[in-house]
């Protein structure tokens, strides 16, 4: 009996320390709207996010994050561009095609991409891709859009990479077999039957990639300029919103407009990737396969 | 016509081939210039010793200790809360509302960008508990970044564990709780610690979280607690990068810094991976 | 299992009993701008080394971020490469905190360009009109055809605002200028961009940039105490209240005769001649 009290407890106390995570991700919430939403009592909702001018120690100080936003979506998009066929196709390759010893090297390159610290792919940028694509395009600055961009793609590709190819791997294999027998070459089983069927394990991995590209903060801090304009070529500078919170907050006096501002963009930065979670979450829920019937 | 498609699919595996060798390019480019233009710099003295003359000469030893300091406390913190969190999951919880209510915590926390982390570290810790700038504040950050990881290599590791071992343990009459503790840890460690260190790599690479939290520009002495500040490696390439005194002087430096926090990021990934394939052959087998 | 938490538990006992060893009489922390941390980091070792038992922790972040400190009490010197704002004054009241500056050296903000670049002199209208982005092209200032690349401070840096001061006459920079954190980055920058034009302080100068002289004055420790180089400014030790102990010994120490050497050897410009 006492045994069974004992049992009891301790499945509680694990209860308790697996709620850590929902009360750390509350806690941060909770964090970011306190130090954040006091910024709107000196600018209005609408002047914070389509605002064009980001002067925050002006005085009176300007703080329109809408160069910001716009910088962390084209950076992401094109980043974008690059990692997903980049990832999606290494994923396939290695799930369907690589023989075994082949296999086994590629993948740990792909986690050792994967472990790269953020600060090293930037410093990489910033002193070695910057000065070559300065003179490749023959262009003023290599500190630009499409620097920071190339970067984020191969912080991305890994993530991409590995959750695409679980959901490619486990695709029945009764499908691929079925295709193959009714004289379908691999190349067309491939496209006709194992994309479609993998494709919502592929949409997740994508967007949790673009979630990952979205949040980089180190990338865009020293490979982006830091420019807080509305760029209009890739060639331009510009400063994503991860960039402008690590570059400003050291000199923000805490408490002030500022500070508050720069956690009000830590909010937007925080919506962003959570509707890029919930998104992928309820992707792979809902269109999770069940077998064969799924499809 | 069938050479027509077989055409197209030779075509198309040959890009796919490529993409493949475009990564391998990508990781093999960025090692051989930190490697080639690193590897210079690395002596014992500059592993043994702070740095000196405003940071253009001397070592990165405060660094090393800084990022060691700052993964212990990260590990401490995390690992017991991730496994417990793990066991909770995988061995008691059913396919409850809860439990899913749980699991999209922990994935939305997986997905909290590392700058985010890095705000709330300073707001939380380092103010609200007035932790101040500290190993301590940094190391929790990191800790509650991790803990995702942690939590889905524990997971992983203990399904791994047949069923029938526990099913046998229960059937002789032991309780669940002896059963985790006495059965299914023991085989799952392994696996755990294996995800743990793949977890703490990545905590010892990031610098956004630890940036207004635990890391600070320069403090050649080590840490005598963890209130202390620190150095860190990841800072220490940003600070030399982009806001030394000197940059074009201390690029050897730079690219040194860098060498080392990669050597010991892919050191404890392929530890991590030899260790993993030295089990799944063991599990096979 | 149980000799592996062993180990790993003897590891880490081991580790912090060697780390918590070494125990230090006085502590300093050190905020602030980029501009005095190379006199801070110099002046900073040598104290150390005949001072062991004094530990001083150094960060940048600029002279927002040290004025910040000494106000928020989490460093006990703030550096900044200008005067308090009033605003910053009034929040330090409010905490009842009374920051209490020391300047310490004399600095000179000069405004860069690649060495490839023919111009070799503005008037401060040219270099405002370059900042606020209406001169667009070298060849509108007598140089060689080409897009002027506009490099510029993080708001917050003291450099900047002295620029914004001085330069700018308090108009903003075009949005559009690369921002780089630190003088170092705009030397890297200017020096690896053709059409680049940055501002750093004096002691930045390099062979890899070219100084451009403003209003026909060069910028040089002896124009600058002169007062005919029009953009200058005085860097600053603020501390909180009047100095005790450790804090009080450095202050002293930049003052003497050994910290103004090393204020000159660090590219600034000693306040005292001894």
């Known amino acids: 009996m006492k045994r069974q009290n004992i049992d009891k407890t301790v499945r509680s106390g694990f209860l308790l320390v697996a709620l850590f995570s929902i009360v750390a991700l509350s806690l941060i919430i909770i964090f970011l709207f306190l130090e954040g939403i006091p910024i709107l009592e000196h600018v209005s909702l609408k002047e914070f996010l389509f605002g064009q001018y980001w002067y925050p120690t002006d005085d009176p100080a300007d703080f329109g994050i809408l160069p910001l936003i716009l910088g962390s979506i084209y950076v992401t998009v094109i980043s974008g561009m690059i990692a997903i066929p980049l990832g999606v196709m290494t994923a396939i390759y290695l799930a369907q095609i690589a023989p075994a010893t082949v296999s086994q090297i590629v993948k740990p390159i792909v986690e050792l991409l994967a472990s790269m610290p953020s600060v090293v792919i930037g410093f990489f940028g910033m002193v070695v891709v910057a000065p070559f694509i300065q003179q490749l395009f023959n262009i003023p600055v290599g500190l630009n859009m499409f620097n920071a961009s190339l970067m984020l793609a191969f912080m991305a590709v890994p993530t991409i990479c590995s959750i695409s190819e679980d959901a490619v791997f486990s695709v029945p294999t009764a499908l691929k077999e079925a295709s193959l027998a009714l004289g379908a070459t691999h190349f067309e089983t491939l496209v006709r039957v194992i994309v479609p069927a993998s494709l919502s394990g592929i949409c997740t991995a994508i967007i949790l990639g673009l979630s990952r590209a979205v949040g980089e903060t180190m990338v865009v801090l020293m490979a982006a300029g830091g420019a807080a304009m509305i760029p209009t070529s890739i060639f331009d500078p510009v400063r994503p919103l991860p960039a402008s919170i690590a570059a400003e907050m050291a000199e923000a006096p805490f408490r002030s407009e500022h500070y508050h501002a720069l956690f009000a963009i830590g909010i937007v930065l925080f919506v962003f990737t959570f509707l890029f979670n919930l998104l992928a979450d309820h992707i792979s829920y809902k269109f999770r396969q069940v077998g064969e019937a799924s499809l | 016509m069938i050479k027509k498609r077989l055409r197209a699919q030779k075509i198309c595996f040959f890009l796919l081939k490529v993409a493949v060798a475009i990564n391998g390019a990508a990781l093999a480019i960025i090692v051989y210039f930190i490697v080639s233009r690193g590897w210079r710099a690395i002596s014992w003295e500059f592993l043994s010793k702070p740095p000196t003359d405003s940071m253009t000469m001397g070592g990165i030893l405060p660094c090393i200790v800084g990022t060691v300091s700052l993964c212990m406390t990260t590990i401490l913190f995390a690992l017991p809360i991730g496994v417990a969190s793990a066991i909770y999951l995988n061995e008691y919880a059913g396919q409850t509302k809860l439990v899913r209510f749980i699991r999209l915590g922990i994935n939305n926390l997986a997905g909290v960008p590392s700058i985010v982390f890095g705000l709330f570290g300073l707001a939380f810790f380092v103010i609200v508990l007035d932790m101040g700038v500290s190993i301590l504040a940094g190391g929790l950050t990191l800790g509650i970044m991790t803990l995702p990881v942690i939590i889905g290599a524990s997971e992983e590791a203990l399904k791994s564990v047949p ?30 610690i294996t995800g743990s260190i793949l977890g703490l790599s990545r905590a010892a690479g990031e610098t956004a979280p630890i940036m207004y939290t635990g890391a600070v520009f320069f403090t050649p002495d080590l840490p005598s607690s963890i209130f202390d500040e620190v150095m860190a490696l990841p800072y220490h390439i940003y600070v030399l990068a982009t806001a030394g005194t000197n940059i074009e002087a201390t690029r050897h430096l730079q690219y040194g810094t860098a060498l080392v926090l990669i050597s010991l990021i892919f050191g404890m990934n392929l530890f991590a991976i030899i260790m993993r394939a030295k089990m799944r052959k063991k599990l096979k087998g | 299992m149980n000799r592996w938490i062993k180990s790993i538990l003897i590891l880490v006992f081991g580790l912090f009993c060697v780390a918590s060893s070494q125990v230090f009489a006085g502590e300093l922390v050190i905020k602030g701008s980029t501009t005095v941390l190379p006199i801070a980091q110099m002046a900073a070792e040598t104290f150390m ?141 200017v020096a690896n961009t053709p059409g680049a034009i940055g501002y750093v302080g004096l002691g930045y100068l390099n062979k890899e940039i070219k100084a451009i002289k403003v209003n026909g004055v060069t910028g040089t420790e002896e124009t600058t105490l002169n007062g005919s180089f029009p953009i200058s400014r005085g860097l600053f030790m603020f501390t909180q209240g009047w100095p005790e102990g450790e804090t009080m010994d450095f202050i002293n120490y930049i003052f003497s005769k050994k910290g103004q050497e090393l204020v000159r050897k660090a590219g600034s410009i000693p306040v005292f001649g001894f």
């Open chain 2, 163 to 192: 069923k029938p071992y526990r099913e046998a343990s229960l059937a002789m009459g032991a309780t669940q709780w002896q059963t985790i503790r006495k059965v299914v840890l023991p085989v799952a460690f392994p696996g755990i």
């Open chain 3, 49 to 189: 080394a005949e001072n062991p038992d004094v530990k001083i922790s150094l960060s940048g972040g600029g002279s927002g971020n040290g004025i910040k400190a000494i106000i928020d009490g989490t460093a006990q010197i703030g550096n900044a490469s200008r005067f308090i704002k009033q605003k910053e004054v009034s929040l330090a009241v409010t905490k009842g905190v009374y920051p209490v500056p020391f300047r310490i050296a004399l600095d000179a903000i000069v405004p860069v360009v690649n060495p490839k670049n023919s111009v070799t002199d503005l008037t401060t209208a040219q270099l405002k009109d370059i900042y606020l982005g209406k001169i667009k092209d070298w060849k509108d200032v007598g140089g060689t055809p080409g897009k002027i690349v506009v490099i510029s401070r993080d708001s917050s840096s003291g450099t900047f605002g002295v620029w914004q001061e001085l330069v700018m006459l308090e108009d903003r920079v075009v949005p559009s200028a690369l921002t780089v954190p630190s003088n170092g980055g705009i030397v890297q920058a």
